[in-house]
T-cell receptor, first 114, second 113 residues
Framework: EAGVVQSPRYKIIEKKQPVAFWCNPISGHNTLYWYLQNLGQGPELLIRYENEEAVDDSQLPKDRFSAERLKGVDSTLKIQPAELGDSAVYLC????????????FGPGTRLTVL | GQNIDQPTEMTATEGAIVQINCTYQTSGFNGLFWYQQHAGEAPTFLSYNVLDGLEEKGRFSSFLSRSKGYSYLLLKELQMKDSASYLCAVRVSMNTGFQKLVFGTGTRLLVSP
């Protein structure tokens, strides 16, 4: 069974530029999560999807961050415009059920904003 | 608020046993997870405890005491490949009825020959 796939693995951009990350969850997993992980810290939840619906986006900075999960499978996370403080690893995870199941993580996208 | 504490760093020798502790103060506790994360890689699931007691899985065991807000991950017969960060995560039930994982900052384990 293939794991969670993310791309790109690395991205370097200049501040004020837009950037997008893509995630393909494990087949059959209805719940998808985007996390932010700063160096030396644990992951922090940004947004969670149940199928196509964003059910928890309270930690997503909505002035510059947006996400979508069309058709309830793949998801994209966008930042526009990026700021220096956005440099971090953006992790995607998925689980089979409604948030009570084990979450499986992708390798993440390491973003560097110059 | 939710608070999870783990030691920042630990060192151990190949073949030895190491115990990584995690204490938490959370509301709506509904289980505790341990993940392993090698540098630059995805966190990978190691163990899950929701009831008090010890869960054993090969060289790894995890213990939970809900009354004390305490868990530990025990790694036996340490191997060099066990050098990684170990993340303690508590699943909490929110007011909305949904549940989320709250992670500690992780414990970086360095295994030396």
């Amino acid at each position: 069974e293939a794991g969670v796939v993310q791309s790109p693995r690395y991205k370097i951009i200049e501040k004020k530029q837009p950037v997008a990350f893509w995630c393909n969850p494990i087949s059959g997993h209805n719940t998808l999560y985007w996390y932010l992980q700063n160096l030396g810290q644990g992951p922090e939840l940004l947004i969670r999807y149940e199928n196509e619906e964003a059910v928890d986006d309270s930690q997503l900075p909505k002035d510059r961050f947006s996400a979508e999960r069309l058709k309830g499978v793949d998801s994209t996370l966008k930042i526009q415009p990026a700021e220096l403080g956005d440099s971090a690893v953006y992790l995607c995870a998925s689980s089979r059920g409604t948030g009570t199941d084990t979450q499986y993580f992708g390798p993440g996208t390491r973003l560097t904003v110059l | 608020g939710q608070n999870i504490d783990q030691p920042t760093e630990m060192t151990a020798t190949e073949g030895a046993i190491v115990q990584i502790n995690c204490t938490y103060q959370t509301s709506g506790f509904n289980g505790l997870f341990w993940y392993q994360q090698h540098a630059g890689e995805a966190p990978t699931f190691l163990s899950y405890n929701v009831l008090d007691g010890l869960e054993e899985k090969g060289r790894f065991s995890s213990f939970l005491s809900r009354s004390k807000g305490y868990s530990y991950l025990l790694l036996k017969e340490l191997q060099m490949k066990d050098s990684a960060s170990y993340l303690c995560a508590v699943r909490v039930s929110m007011n909305t009825g949904f549940q989320k994982l709250v992670f500690g900052t992780g414990t970086r384990l360095l295994v030396s020959p």
